[in-house]
């Protein structure tokens, strides 16, 4: 006898589970394979950091305008000093004279002799001045002379056999409103420091030191900070068009406004300074006196100089000008009013100063002039 087996509750066999094909394993594995991949992306199977540095991307030439700033401050850095300075105090304590730094600036070679320039309030009351050159070698240095109306000073140094690199000179004639301004100097005591920027104004009047105003300052946006005074400042071929003097800043910072004397006007004072000790401008003649001279103008309703005094022999004398006089009667025949020396127009004494600033020995000079109610033209010859 057969016997047939049968599930429980005497149930038909089911329907079996098919095999799968060919189709599903395909899909399965590429499934599979994207969801690695995916994995991998997301760093789940990164291998372990190894610390290895990456490679550095080359860099290719330098843009035209970095290389010629580089070349700049290779070539200037050379002649820029640091200088440092000293004054003597009374400790009340010890009841000595003891010596303490008083400031620092800057300041650049201007010959092989060892002449220095900077500025007259970089060692305006310094007692002892050092001047510190590239190759950090300390130097004492002498005073030889100053023009506080120019704020410009002129040491020197024995520098022991070193050769001393001087800038090329430039001119601050042919300057241009947004020409390359580039100054080195020593702000708040960091050396061979270069800030660039343009020239932002031309013909500026500053204060100088003792009052007078230097005329045809330059104005720059280059960085110019407490340390920089005496530096220079140069144009893009890397000659010297001006002399770091002050800056314009509500909180002792560069703001952006900062001022150079002309290279013009160094180039005129320092060989003086260095020949002379002290710089002496060509003079008229002439004596005025500033406040009295605003009242009398105002009077007049002119702009210009009013000549209280003529000294006898001088360029003015000889030309002619007349001086204020008290008549016999007791009436004030007013003398000469100065409106133009040349091309420059004449306002104050301060232009008056100016102008004769800019003339040399042996000039001939044209004057404007106000007299008895007319404009007059007198000329004159300066002497060697």
């Known amino acids: 006898m057969q016997y047939q087996t049968r599930p429980p509750n005497d149930m038909p066999p089911g329907p079996q589970p098919a095999r799968p094909g060919l189709g599903w394993v395909i899909l399965a594995l590429g499934v599979v394979a994207v969801g690695g991949m995916l994995a991998y992306q997301a760093g789940w199977f990164s291998p372990a950091p190894t610390g290895t540095p990456r490679p550095v991307t080359p860099r290719g030439d330098l843009a035209e305008q ?29 009841r000595q004279v003891v010596e303490v730094p008083r400031g620092t ?23 002892m001045a050092q001047v510190v050159l590239h190759d950090q070698s300390v130097h004492r240095a002498e005073f030889v002379g100053a023009s506080p109306a120019h704020d410009l000073a002129v040491l020197r140094i024995r520098p022991g056999g070193r050769s001393l690199r001087e800038i090329p000179l430039g001119t601050s004639d042919d300057l241009k409103v947004g020409q ?20 932002s104004a031309l013909g500026r009047r500053i204060p100088g030191v003792g009052g007078r105003e230097i005329e045809d300052v330059i104005q720059t946006d280059a960085a110019i900070n407490p340390g920089n005074s005496g530096g220079p400042l140069l144009d893009s071929a890397g000659r010297l068009i001006g002399v770091n003097t002050a800056i314009h800043s509500p909180t002792g910072a560069s703001a952006g406004i900062g001022f150079a004397v002309p290279v013009d006007t160094v180039n005129r004072v320092v060989p003086q300074l260095i020949a002379e000790g002290e710089y002496r401008p060509p003079a008229l003649g002439v004596g005025f006196n500033e406040q009295h001279n605003r009242a009398i103008t105002r009077q007049f309703g002119l702009e210009g100089v009013l000549v209280l005094e003529v000294e006898e022999g001088s360029p003015a004398d000889e030309a002619g000008l007349r001086a204020t006089e008290q008549q016999p009667d007791g009436t004030v025949r007013w003398g000469d009013v100065i409106k133009q020396v040349n091309d420059r127009r004449i306002r104050n004494g301060n232009d008056l100063l100016a102008a004769m600033d800019r003339l040399r020995p042996g000039d001939t000079v044209t004057l404007q002039i106000h007299r008895e109610g007319e404009d007059k033209e007198l000329e004159l010859t300066l002497p060697e």
């Open 105 to 127: 600036g800057s300041g650049f070679v201007w010959d092989d002799g060892g002449h220095i320039i900077t500025n007259f309030h970089v060692i305006q009351g310094a007692r």
């Open 180 to 199: 390359w301004a580039i100054a080195i100097g020593n702000p708040f005591g960091l050396d061979q420091t270069m800030t660039t920027g343009v020239i």
């Open 66 to 94: 970095e290389q010629s700033l580089i070349e700049i401050f290779e070539d200037a850095s050379p002649s820029v000093v640091y200088i440092t300075t000293t004054e003597q105090r009374f400790n009340p304590w010890t």
